[in-house]
């Protein structure tokens, strides 16, 4: 018999393929109504691969939300997933314009703990390094809890970068 934890392994897995759909995600959570089973959904409806998802997954991390913010932060984890350079290419400027706006409708230790799960490190490139260096350079007012996270992951960007360079990924 498979546990809990290793049931939503499979299915955000196969989620982040695309070899399942909102409605089978919405069954496994059935099955598993408990706190950690709603977070797994969270993350595995947004790891899915298909347009309409990540639509719905970028709504709720910028645009007002009466989620509770461990549902958020969970879909922040699943936003920009490996693999999927295509789909959230668009999405890649926009982080670094809309996140920082959402410090109108958020606050605190929420608001920097989804632009922190969210930050595009598994994007890692140049080009998303530079707009992220150029985020925290272009002198405007960013919220102290944005700022922080921007500081933070643009640091761990900058060594992934570097990494990818070195080892002969870009």
């Given at each position: 018999m498979i546990?809990?934890?290793?049931?939503?392994?499979?299915?955000?897995?196969?989620?982040?393929?695309?070899?399942?759909?909102?409605?089978?995600?919405?069954?496994?959570?059935?099955?598993?109504?408990?706190?950690?089973?709603?977070?797994?959904?969270?993350?595995?409806?947004?790891?899915?691969?298909?347009?309409a998802?990540k639509?719905?997954t970028?709504?709720?991390?910028?645009?007002?939300?009466?989620?509770?913010?461990?549902?958020?932060?969970a879909s922040?984890?699943?936003?920009?997933?490996?693999?999927?350079?295509?789909?959230?290419?668009?999405?890649?400027?926009r982080?670094?314009?809309?996140m920082?706006?959402?410090?109108?409708?958020?606050?605190?230790?929420?608001l920097?703990?989804v632009v922190?799960?969210?930050?595009?490190?598994?994007a890692?490139?140049?080009?998303?390094?530079?707009l992220?260096?150029?985020a925290?350079?272009?002198?405007?007012?960013?919220?102290?809890?944005?700022r922080?996270?921007?500081?933070?992951?643009?640091?761990?960007?900058?060594?992934a970068?570097?990494?990818?360079?070195?080892?002969?990924?870009?």
């Open positions: 546990d809990a934890e290793l049931r939503w392994a499979l299915v955000t897995r196969l989620a982040a393929l695309g070899e399942l759909s909102a409605a089978d995600i919405d069954a496994e959570l059935a099955r598993d109504e408990s706190a950690a089973g709603v977070l797994h959904a969270a993350r595995a409806r947004a790891m899915r691969p298909d347009p998802a639509q719905a970028w709504a709720l991390l910028t645009e007002p939300s009466q989620r509770p913010a461990y549902e958020l932060y922040a984890e699943g936003f920009f997933e490996p693999g999927q350079t295509e789909l959230t290419a668009g999405y890649l400027p982080f670094f314009t809309e920082p706006a959402t410090a109108t409708h958020r606050q605190g230790w929420a920097g703990r922190f799960n969210a930050f595009p490190v598994a890692a490139s140049p080009r998303v390094l530079e992220a260096e150029a925290l350079a272009d002198g405007r007012e960013l919220d102290p809890a944005v922080r996270a921007f500081v933070d992951r643009t640091d761990t960007l900058r060594r970068v570097l990494s990818l360079r070195r080892y002969g990924g870009v």
